[in-house]
């Protein structure tokens, strides 16, 4: 049996490891330039794009593309498509744009980014995304909703 120090010992290695391979501190605020960039989405889940997304009574949505601008202003956009795909009504099928303008705070370890709702349309109160900075970009999610995530961005550099 482990004594008391011995398991106290594991633990801090343990920790120390996660700290190490890009956990980190969870509570380490995050600074503006910490997250200023352009983040192409790479896969939902664990598939790469385009990446199924919702499937109910004969249709299929797909993320063909997505990318989030974050600008140091707290602004920044989202552009991208998305494919309706119906077994049952092929004429219904269609690629559409997504994206908008959107803001966004930072709260601790997190980026809470909202869609700027256009006038006279019906929008729901962000935020709209919730997403945590990784190694290679963003790790987000889609509070609220049916989400297929989570959604993995890479970071791409920006040209001036």
């Known amino acids: 049996m482990r004594s008391a120090s011995s398991r106290r010992?594991?633990?801090?290695?343990?920790?120390?490891?996660?700290?190490m391979a890009g956990c980190g501190d969870p509570t380490t605020p995050l600074?503006?330039?910490?997250?200023?960039?352009?983040?192409v989405l790479q896969r939902v889940g664990n598939e790469p794009i385009p990446a199924v997304v919702h499937v109910d009574n004969g249709e299929t949505i797909t993320i063909l593309a997505d990318t989030i601008h974050l600008?140091?202003?707290?602004?920044?956009?989202?552009?991208?498509?998305?494919?309706?795909?119906?077994s049952?009504?092929?004429?219904?099928?269609?690629?559409?744009?997504?994206?908008?303008?959107?803001?966004?705070?930072i709260v601790r370890?997190?980026?809470?980014?909202?869609?700027?709702?256009?006038?006279?349309?019906?929008?729901t109160a962000g935020p709209h995304v919730i997403a945590y900075?990784?190694?290679?970009?963003?790790r987000a999610q889609?509070?609220?909703?049916?989400?297929?995530?989570?959604?993995h961005y890479s970071s791409t550099a920006l040209t001036p």
């Open 9 to 19: 010992i594991t633990i801090a290695v343990f920790i120390s490891a996660l700290t």
């Open 31 to 39: 600074e503006i330039e910490d997250v200023v960039g352009m983040y």
């Open 71 to 86: 600008r140091a202003d707290h602004r920044g956009s989202r552009s991208g498509a998305e494919q309706r795909e119906d």
């Open 88 to 105: 049952e009504d092929p004429e219904r099928n269609t690629v559409w744009q997504i994206g908008g303008d959107i803001v966004f705070e």
């Open 109 to 123: 370890d997190r980026i809470e980014i909202h869609v700027l709702c256009p006038i006279n349309a019906l929008c």
């Open 133 to 138: 900075r990784t190694p290679s970009g963003l």
């Open 142 to 151: 889609r509070p609220g909703r049916d989400d297929p995530g989570p959604f």
